[in-house]
Structures are given as C-alpha cells and as structure tokens.
C-alpha cells in the first residue's frame, strides 16, 4: 500500500510525498520549495530517494535543486520540459518502474503548460496530475489550446472512477462556486459543495478527490452534459457543440468569475 503524504507550500499549493508503507524510502511530487519536503522527510523518517515532476512552473520545481544537494537521485519529469535537473526524461505511454515494487504510467496531458505529463499508478488507483485536473475545476492554459486542454482532460475522465486525484492546490472551494454558476441544480454538486465548506471550516484538505466526484460535479469534465453545453450557450450567446467548443467558453468564463 502507498502511502501518500500532503505537504503545503506557498499559500495553497500541495507537494507529495509517498513510499511503500514499511518502507522509509520516499519520493516527492513536485517539489517547489525543500524546506517543507526536508521537514516532513524529518519528521515522518524518510530517505528521499526520487522526484516526480508534472511541469516547468516554479512552484512545482524551485526545491529540485536544494533537495539535490547531498543526495544523488533521480528526477522524473516530462521530456519537452526546459528543466536543467531532469535526469530521466519521460513521454506518453512510458512506465515509471520506482523501487518497492511502485509503478506509474506516463500521460501526456499539456494545455496548462505544453510539456506538462501525469503519473497515474493502476495498482494503487492514484493520479498525481498537477495542474491539469483541479478539485471541481482545471489549470489555466498558459501555453496550451482549449482543444488540447479539453482532449488532456478526457484522457484523465477516461481513467477507472476511484482513481485517487491528487492534484497541486487547495482551489476547491472556488472552484465550486464557479461549477455553481454552471449547474445550478445539480444535486451531487450542492452536496459536495457542503461538503467542502465543513472540511475548510475545520482547516482540512480537500484533495485528494476521487475521479467519480469530479465526473458528477466538475463542469470541465461534463461537456458533454446537456445542462452544461446550455449553460456555455447561454453564457456565450452563440452555438456551441463540440467538447472543446464547450470547454473553452467554460474557460474563459472561470477566467473571469
């Protein structure tokens, strides 16, 4: 069984830390900034052994460096990325095989970023997907096409339902209020919107989801959802019928919300 750690960085963002349970050799997810990683490293007896990266952004990579020093271990990370310290570059359909018996498939799933990759581990239902997949919502495109963006994130829609998503920031909550102005009266929404406010109310996280959840109440994962497509109709005033279509008047609707 693995087990995963949040670490909070920053104002909202998550690193990960996992390893096998019974193992102390651990590996961290997007590491942008050491010293929170060193802490709980510390703190929980862990070795480091190994860095996922999802993406270029700072906030994902800043830590590499120091987390580096001392240490002589890989980092994983997309192989478009223009980051220095990648040792073991990656690509769609490339299998992850780490120590203790901890395997990953490769996505590539740009839009966010155009070199961002996911890791989705099939055995223990978990996607580390960065800034792609949010609870309730997606990452902007900074680099990527609405149509790109939309196809990544029908390639994560496509993974079992209990995957566990674990994404990169605690933005669910406005997240849900934008999902809110979508769907209305949609009842899995309003309960999970409850639900999210009684876990900030006692300072708890509220990733990682499960993939079900998303497919039921995020609207970028729903574009093919009729209350959807006539929401992004009526926002837009055009017609709008392609995923992607729908997909990028959601976009740019959450942009300015």
């Known amino acids: 069984m693995l087990k995963i750690i949040p670490v909070p960085a920053f104002n909202d963002n998550y690193l990960w830390l996992f390893h096998r349970s019974g193992s102390n050799r651990a590996y961290v997810v997007d590491p942008g900034d050491a010293r929170p990683v060193e802490q709980a490293l510390e703190h929980y007896g862990l070795e480091l052994v190994g860095m996922l990266i999802t993406h270029h952004h700072a906030d994902h990579t800043g830590g590499i460096d120091a987390l580096q020093k001392g240490r002589n271990i890989p980092v994983y990370g997309p192989h478009s990325a223009n980051i220095d310290n990648v040792t073991q570059p990656l690509s769609e359909g490339d299998r992850l095989s780490l120590k203790d018996d901890i395997s990953f498939e490769v996505l590539e799933v740009p839009g966010h970023t155009l070199d961002h990759i996911a890791f989705h581990c099939p055995d223990e239902a978990v996607l580390f997907c960065g800034d792609t997949l949010f609870a309730g919502g997606c990452g902007r495109m900074f680099e990527g096409e609405p149509k790109q963006m939309q196809?990544?994130?029908?390639?994560?829609?496509?993974?079992?339902?209990?995957?566990?998503?674990?994404?990169?920031?605690?933005?669910?909550?406005?997240?849900?209020?934008?999902?809110?102005?979508?769907?209305?009266?949609?009842?899995?929404?309003?309960?999970?919107?409850?639900?999210?406010?009684?876990k900030r109310a006692q300072g708890l996280a509220t990733v990682p989801s499960l993939l079900q959840q998303e497919l039921a109440s995020n609207p970028f994962l729903r574009v093919s959802e009729v209350s959807v497509i006539d929401a992004a109709k009526k926002h837009s005033n055009r017609e709008v019928t392609e995923p992607w279509e729908v997909f990028a008047v959601l976009r740019g609707w959450k942009d300015n919300f």
């Not at 809110?180 to 309960?191: D, G, I, R, T």
């Open 151 to 198: 196809a990544s994130l029908a390639k994560l829609a496509h993974l079992p339902p209990q995957t566990r998503v674990f994404c990169a920031h605690e933005y669910t909550q406005s997240n849900l209020a934008f999902a809110q102005a979508v769907e209305p009266l949609n009842e899995a929404l309003k309960n999970r919107v409850e639900e999210t406010l009684n």
